[in-house]
């Protein structure tokens, strides 16, 4: 999705430059939407399995050198995904001062403690919304708005597009990034981990007991 190149189109929702809120959808090709997107696989594993083998592989699909961790942080954006299993990189990014974009099908453990849009934005596992999630704080992509032929007065420093970045767009952003980050500190700290697992074993050994109704918790 990320890597594709095609003029196939798809619906993009965003706020038109107006005293107003008012909101507008438009069709534009994924290889102008993508221009906002920098995703990549840093490793090809069995590409023999795959349909034309490796050639195919990297013609499909693009591959770049892996990113470490801490160079993450210097983006407004970080998206978390899951990969071979769930992906264990979201602690870290609720750490940064960065906006988690996450979307998983694993049930994890803080699942029930956090709240999707407080302290992070919520993606579908289709990754369908990614584009307008983008658009509804910073704005449709340059490249979109010249594909629409997008015309409005000079804004700042004469950048013609500026009027198209959402107002509080980065304050809406900062928003989710600082309570995130004070979840993380209070909630999803390394403690609180080790009481989940401690609890899960105790749990996991009263159910694997002959005598688990003994080792049931009563008041």
Same mark, same amino acid.
């Given at each position: 999705?990320?890597?594709?190149?095609?003029?196939?189109?798809?619906?993009?929702?965003?706020?038109?430059?107006?005293?107003?809120?008012?909101?507008?959808?438009?069709?534009?090709?994924?290889?102008?939407?993508?221009?906002?997107?920098?995703?990549?696989?840093? +490793?090809?594993?069995?590409?023999?399995?795959?349909?034309?083998?490796?050639?195919?592989?990297?013609?499909?699909?693009?591959?770049?050198?892996?990113?470490?961790?801490?160079?993450?942080?210097?983006?407004?954006?970080?998206?978390?995904?899951?990969?071979?299993?769930?992906?264990?990189?979201?602690?870290?990014?609720?750490?940064?001062?960065?906006?988690?974009? +996450?979307?998983?099908?694993?049930?994890?453990? $803080?699942?029930?403690?956090?709240?999707? $849009?407080?302290?992070?934005?919520?993606?579908?596992?289709?990754?369908?919304?990614?584009?307008?999630?983008?658009?509804?704080?910073?704005?449709?992509?340059?490249?979109?708005?010249?594909?629409?032929?997008?015309?409005?007065?000079?804004?700042?420093?004469?950048? +013609?597009?500026?009027? $198209?970045?959402?107002?509080?767009?980065?304050?809406?952003?900062?928003?989710?990034?600082?309570?995130? +980050?004070?979840?993380?500190?209070?909630?999803?700290?390394?403690?609180?981990?080790?009481?989940?697992?401690?609890?899960?074993?105790?749990?996991?050994?009263?159910?694997?007991?002959?005598?688990?109704?003994?080792?049931?918790?009563?008041?």
């Amino acid at each position: 999705m990320a890597s594709d190149n095609s003029s196939t189109p798809r619906p993009l929702t965003f706020a038109l430059p107006t005293p107003t809120p008012t909101y507008t959808t438009h069709a534009v090709p994924l290889s102008l939407l993508n221009t906002v997107l920098d995703a990549a696989f840093t +490793k090809a594993l069995s590409p023999e399995s795959y349909p034309g083998g490796l050639p195919a592989l990297l013609s499909a699909h693009r591959f770049a050198d892996a990113v470490p961790l801490g160079a993450h942080w210097s983006h407004k954006y970080l998206l978390d995904i899951d990969g071979m299993a769930y992906s264990a990189r979201f602690m870290a990014f609720l750490a940064s001062d960065s906006v988690p974009i +996450k979307a998983t099908v694993y049930a994890e453990f $803080w699942e029930s403690w956090i709240e999707p $849009w407080l302290h992070y934005i919520p993606l579908s596992s289709t990754y369908d919304e990614i584009y307008n999630i983008y658009a509804y704080f910073s704005g449709p992509p340059r490249a979109a708005l010249e594909y629409l032929n997008a015309s409005v007065p000079q804004g700042e420093g004469g950048d +013609k597009y500026a009027a $198209w970045r959402p107002r509080d767009g980065d304050r809406r952003l900062r928003r989710i990034a600082r309570a995130g +980050k004070q979840w993380k500190r209070s909630v999803g700290r390394p403690v609180d981990m080790e009481v989940y697992v401690y609890r899960l074993a105790l749990e996991w050994a009263r159910i694997c007991a002959d005598d688990r109704d003994a080792m049931g918790f009563v008041l």
